[in-house]
Structure formats: C-alpha cells, structure tokens
C-alpha cells in the first residue's frame, strides 16, 4: 500500500511539473511587446520672454475664444479649434470668414467670395511640445509652426491666421494694418485694459507682441498627456487591451516610429508623400518650398482629430493605411510628385483586416479625453464666444 502511495505522489508530481512547464512555454510566446519612448513630459518648457502665469493664461483664453481678433467679428480661433473636436473643426479644410454654423453645419453666407482655408486644421492639443525629438528635448523658440513648417514658435504662428484673409482677416481691412487694427479694438475695451493691466503689468500693455505671448500662453496649457498607452509606459500593464499590445507591435514592426518617433510620435521633420489633392482647392498645395513636403504630424488624439492630412483628403485611419499600402509599392497618389521625389522614409504598410484593426486599436490608444474642454460663457467684447458657430 506504502509503494501505491509513492507511485501516486510521483505521478502527481510529474503532471504538476508538466503543467508548469507547459505554462511557461505558453507564457513566453505571448510576451508583451513594448514600444520604448522617452518618459511623457507633463510640464512645459515655456520661453523666457514669455513664462506662463494665470493671469497670461487667462487673458490668452478669452482672445483665443473672442472673434473681435477677426476682421468681420465672426470667426475666433476657437471656431477651427474647437473642444468638441479635440481643438479641431472636423473639416477637411476649414470655413473661416464670412461663414456660420460649427464643424458639419458649417456654410458661407450669401454673397460669398471666400475660400475654403488651404489646409486642415490640426489640434492644438500638446503643441506646447512642438519640435521634440526622440529623446524628449525641445525649444520653444524654434517649435516648426504649420504643416509646412514655416515659422517657429506659438508665439510667431498666432499672428498669422489673424491676418490671412480667408482664415480671419475678410475684407475688413488689408494684411498689412490687421495687428494695428487689432489693438485699436482690444484698447477701447475697458475689460481687456484690466486683463492686460494683469497680465503684462503696464497700462499700456495691449501691443501685438502681448496678444501673440497670451494667446500662446493658454495654447501652452492644453495639454493631453494621459493616454492609456502612457499609463502602461508608466508601468500599468492592464491600461492597454491585448488587441492594442498587438497593434503596439505592429506599430513597431512596421516602421512607423521612423517617422512617428518619440514622446510626441513625430519627428516634426519634412516629407514627400504624394497625398493627393484635395479636390475643392483650386491650387495644388506644393507644401514647403515647392516640394510637395509637409510635416510629420503628432498621432497622439489621433483618434479624435479626423479628417487626416494636410488636406483632410482621408476621411479615416483605414484610408490613411490604404494610402501607405499603395505608395509603399512605390507608386505616386499625386500626378505632380513623381516616384523619384517620394521620401525614401515611407515603407508599405501591408496589412490584412484583423491587423489593421489591431494597429488602428493602439492609436486609440494614444488618446486621452481629459483636456481642457472648458467653453466660456462671455468674452469681453460681448460677441459669441466662437464666433458664429451656433
């Protein structure tokens, strides 16, 4: 009976070791993939001709939402970079002046000579880190500005859609008067007189210089940096589905961080990609220089910032990787880029349905809802704040 009992002990013994065995052979084909990137920054770097306080803060607020900044008092920057949209308008190219209604409902009035704006209006959402790199550094002062990349900094790129005519500016008055005109207005204002009083601390503060370091100042607080992909970075192994993990490693393999590198998933550097025009521009947009380049956009809120491209031509993520897949052969999407201009960069993005659908999983999973959302009840000039977006 006592050798029955031993023969039972070892085989129970042996089952218990196979199984663990067979446990550890499952375990480590399933290991999780990591896509390594610098820690997540979660304070800014601000200039220091420009560092943010609340009151800066607040002021730049109320002009980011007030449309006495345009020529026709009917278009704020709020109104292309709405909350709602992730400080995006959900257009493919944004209605600036001399149109009403938000995002879908947008129209031009009757009569109308304005364009449509000649590119997609990104979120402002993480601007503050423009021009990070790889290893999570940054200047301000030189953060490339646009899809084009042609001006540096917020504080040189708020100015510009304040004097361009089909973004702001109308037919009120010509480019070269707009921030003189602008201030004019801001100082008959006696409540802006106290904002800029606290702000800038001089009576005399309402100035060009000062509307572009308030506005940048706010902009530098909308700051989205709480993803489900940073809480696993940060060690929170369950923020991300399996699905996601897949499409994580997907992610990598497929070489998207050639391009989508860093903290921020761009490396805000130049490329030719042949995206195709957009049909209701009656330009082809050459890009920077007369290249067809444009920057590499940040993916993160990817999710919540459709249409895609410079031009908005791709109304999803799944068109997006449609596109890569085609020129990855290579071959052209736009009859003005030849094969031999396309940046040497882009790879082809091959990917059957289940994995495109893991990939487009993991860039949700850079998506953080919980920014600023906040919509002002009144800005100072007494207009709708937004403009004339209800």
């Known amino acids: 009976m006592r050798k029955n009992l031993f023969a039972l002990l070892a085989l129970l013994i042996f089952f218990a070791v196979a199984i663990e065995a067979c446990t550890k052979d499952d375990t480590s084909t399933t290991i999780t993939p990591v896509l390594i990137t610098p820690d997540q920054p979660t304070t800014t770097s601000n200039p220091v001709s420009n560092s943010i306080t609340n009151d800066t803060a607040l002021l730049g607020q109320a002009l980011f939402w007030d449309p006495i900044l345009s020529g026709g008092h009917d278009v704020a920057c709020a109104t292309c970079h709405h909350p ?159 699905q996601q993990i897949q499409g994580m490693a997907l992610f990598k393999d497929e070489g998207c961080p050639i391009c989508h590198s860093g903290p921020m998933f761009s490396d805000y550097k130049l490329h030719v990609m042949s995206v195709p025009d957009n049909d ?71 990917l059957g349905n289940p994995e495109q659908e893991q990939l487009i999983s993991f860039l949700n999973a850079l998506t953080d809802p919980g920014f600023d959302r906040t919509i002002p009840v009144r800005v100072p000039s007494g207009l709708n704040p937004g403009g004339n977006i209800r």
């Open 280 to 350: 209701k521009l009656i330009h082809s947009d050459e890009g920077a220089g007369g290249t067809y380049a444009f920057r590499t956009p940040s993916l993160r809120n990817v999710g919540l910032t459709a249409p895609y491209m410079h031009n908005g031509v791709f109304q999803t993520l799944k068109q997006v990787m449609k596109f890569y897949d085609d020129i990855g052969e290579p071959i052209s999407q736009n009859p003005h880029v030849s094969v031999q201009q396309l940046d040497a960069k882009i790879q082809r993005i091959a």
């Open 84 to 242: 709602t949209n992730a400080y995006t308008d959900g257009l493919e190219l944004s209605l600036g002046a001399n149109a009403v209604g938000y995002g879908q409902n947008r129209r031009f009035l009757l009569p109308n000579d304005v364009t449509f704006t000649k590119r997609n209006a990104p979120t402002i959402l993480n601007t503050a880190f423009n021009g990070m790199n790889a290893s999570g550094n940054y200047v301000p002062l030189t953060a490339p500005m646009f899809w084009d990349s042609r001006t540096q900094s917020l504080e040189n790129q708020v100015t510009n859609p304040l004097m361009t005519f089909e973004e702001m500016r109308g037919h009120a008055y010509g480019e070269a008067v707009t921030l003189d005109s602008l201030v004019a207005r801001l100082t008959k204002i006696a409540e802006y007189q106290q904002l800029f009083q606290n702000a800038f601390g001089s009576s005399k503060a309402i100035t060009a210089v000062n509307i572009s370091k308030a506005i940048s100042a706010f902009e530098r607080t909308l700051i989205a940096m709480n993803s489900p992909y940073d809480r696993y970075q940060k060690g929170d192994k369950t923020a991300l589905t399996e």
